[in-house]
Nanobody
Framework: QVHLVESGGGLVQVGASLRLSCAASGVNNYPMAWFRQTPGKEREFVAAISGSGIKTYYSESVKGRFTVSRDNVENTVFLQMNTLKSEDTAVYYC????????????????????????WGQGTQVTVSS
């Protein structure tokens, strides 16, 4: 059974940093991603990392400020968020597909929320100005 647990969210000021963690069980070395959602809006892609950890992908809005990484020994994925802006305020979710998508295929589908089958409960990030 797949289980994802996010942690690390909180209330910070503009310009601050936060590090989110997602502990995964039931999957090993699968590609994973972070999405975020605000009330009344669709869940949007933030960042993704291939199962090998070699390839990483970012939305334009976070490129250069956020870094996704993984520890395959601990089966945990991280999202380091720097220079936070008020528009980064959202609930952040980590997610994983049901099958171990290879790096080549993942490169084509990482942005699509329907690539993913399991989602964590989410962690709130609030950036105050």
């Amino acid at each position: 059974q797949v289980h994802l647990v996010e942690s690390g969210g909180g209330l910070v000021q503009v310009g601050a940093s936060l590090r989110l963690s997602c502990a995964a069980s039931g999957v090993n070395n699968y590609p994973m991603a972070w999405f975020r959602q605000t009330p009344g809006k669709e869940r949007e892609f933030v960042a993704a990392i291939s199962g090998s950890g070699i390839k990483t992908y970012y939305s334009e809005s976070v490129k250069g400020r956020f870094t996704v990484s993984r520890d395959n020994v601990e089966n945990t994925v991280f999202l380091q968020m720097n220079t936070l802006k008020s528009e980064d305020t959202a609930v952040y979710y980590c997610t994983v597909p049901a099958v171990p998508v290879g790096d080549t295929q993942f490169e084509l589908i990482y942005k699509n929320r329907y690539t993913y089958d399991y989602w964590g409960q989410g962690t709130q990030v609030t950036v105050s100005s």
